[in-house]
């Protein structure tokens, strides 16, 4: 594991979603009880690994995009889980130096990891707040420190608002973050589409012991931008938004999603 989780009980002996997700990854910052799991999920749904390669390149192409092609300056990236390559940090200030990034999430290992993200060109910023997604006053205050909320911001929301596990309360939660940000601000948002193999794969995840999370239906992911407008071609396989040379082609990603734009 990485350095600075002296002081802190990893629990090893049982699986945690961050060192799940970085075991399907590929990364190193995972244990047995990890990898068990994930090997288990890869038996029930083995789409599994494709579908988080999908998730990460899809954080670095839109990144690219809204920095390189779009102006922004400003990314929240919210359920931000272990560093990897290509954070939205990195993908950003390579476009735009002087992007500023605010990395949230509320778990004490991913705090431990967090110096890893805490890295910014002299132009930009980048900085992490401990709080909780269900908590947008506490996260958007200690963004504040951060971030001008009277300029337009980014928020990234990847494949973690479906750990809010009521399909409404997700859809009231992500508006009101969307209602707190400034007209011009974006969503970018993905989850995993229902299906029943995705949802027994879900629910052995849960029996794990770790966050639940739910898969989400295109209804659900349209009430989630309520009141924001979703581009073409709207609210679909992630592989289809911005593909450039590295997107691997093949069937269509049962990770869904999509970018939304608050009206100026």
Known sequence: MTDGTQDLDLQPEKPHSARFWNYLLGGKDNFTADQELGEQIKREYPGAVDLALATRA????????????????????????????????EVAQRVAPDARIVYVDHDPIVLAHARALLTSTREGATDYVDADLTDPDTVLAHAARTLDLDRPVALMLMAVIGHVTDPAEAAALVQRYMARLVPGSCLVLCTTLA??????????????????????????????????????????????????????????????????????
């Open 58 to 89: 899809f954080l670095g192409r839109t990144v690219q995009h809204l920095a390189g092609e779009e102006g922004y300056r400003q990314f929240l990236d919210i359920g931000t889980g272990l560093p990897t390559a290509d954070n939205t940090h």
């Open 195 to 264: 299906s029943p193999q995705v949802d027994a794969a879900n629910e052995s995840y849960a029996a794990s012991g770790t966050i639940p999370y739910v898969a989400s239906t295109a209804e659900a992911m349209v009430a989630m931008a309520k009141g924001l407008t979703i581009p073409p071609p709207g609210i679909g396989p992630i592989n289809r938004w911005f593909p450039d040379q590295h997107t691997t082609p093949g069937p269509d990603s049962e990770q869904w999603g999509y970018v939304a734009y608050k009206a100026t």
